[in-house]
Antibody
Framework: EVQLVQSGAEVKKPGESLKISCKASGYRFTSNWIGWVRQMPGKGLEWMGTIYPGDSDTRYNPSFRGQVTISADKSITTAYLHWSSLEPSDTAVYYC????????WGEGTTVTVSS | ETVMTQSPATLSVSAGETATLSCRASQSVNSNLAWYQQKPGQAPRLLIHGASTRATGIPARFSGSGSGTEFILTISSLQSEDSAVYYCQHYNNWPPVAFGGGTKVEIK
């Protein structure tokens, strides 16, 4: 079964760093793009960016470039989304997703940033 | 940048009837268009890709049509479980991709 299993909910303070993860299984990790989608409270879906684990080619939505870093470790078939300095506006649910049309979704990781 | 616009924002339809959801692209996305369903508290689920191809396990009462800039998602014989928000997304010349703002379907 193809699965994306995400790390658990996080509560952080402004200015802190954070890396959330997405463990892929059931398919060839290095041959499929894997990306991240943000959903702020009560809002729609926003595509953040994606990485091709086979060669680490990474593409970002211009709105998110410089705000987050997407990476992947193919030895453990895991993708990551990293913030170096969180802001309250980063409070959202973050989904990892596979492909260009997003045929597999993780369950979501809730990130809450509050002082 | 291609902008996706969905209409209406909310659609209220009786059970057993047909819901028609619209998605418009600001420029042609060919047939590189997908539809998703999101129920409260759940991750979205892929319904349609390639504008008209149902994803695995999706009932036949969900159908997609269109190409270029105009797309339609049709849900026939509406059931209570179809109450959800529906998003379109293009993946033409991806990345990047873009989502529409969503249509909330309510069952009367």
């Amino acid at each position: 079964e193809v699965q994306l299993v995400q790390s658990g909910a996080e509560v952080k303070k402004p200015g802190e760093s954070l890396k959330i993860s997405c463990k892929a299984s059931g398919y060839r990790f290095t041959s499929n793009w894997i990306g991240w989608v943000r959903q702020m409270p009560g809002k729609g879906l926003e595509w953040m960016g994606t990485i091709y684990p086979g060669d680490s080619d990474t593409r970002y939505n211009p709105s998110f470039r410089g705000q987050v870093t997407i990476s992947a470790d193919k030895s453990i078939t895991t993708a990551y989304l990293h913030w170096s300095s969180l802001e309250p506006s980063d409070t959202a649910v973050y989904y990892c997703v596979r492909g260009d049309y997003l045929d597999v979704w993780g369950e979501g990781t809730t990130v809450t940033v509050s002082s | 940048e291609t902008v996706m616009t969905q209409s209406p924002a909310t659609l209220s339809v009786s059970a057993g009837e047909t819901a028609t959801l619209s998605c418009r692209a600001s420029q042609s996305v060919n047939s590189n268009l997908a539809w998703y369903q999101q129920k409260p508290g759940q991750a979205p689920r892929l319904l349609i890709h390639g504008a008209s191809t149902r994803a695995t396990g999706i009932p036949a009462r969900f159908s997609g049509s269109g190409s270029g800039t105009e797309f339609i998602l049709t849900i026939s014989s509406l059931q209570s479980e179809d109450s959800a928000v529906y998003y379109c997304q293009h993946y033409n010349n991806w990345p990047p991709v873009a989502f529409g703002g969503g249509t909330k379907v309510e069952i009367k």
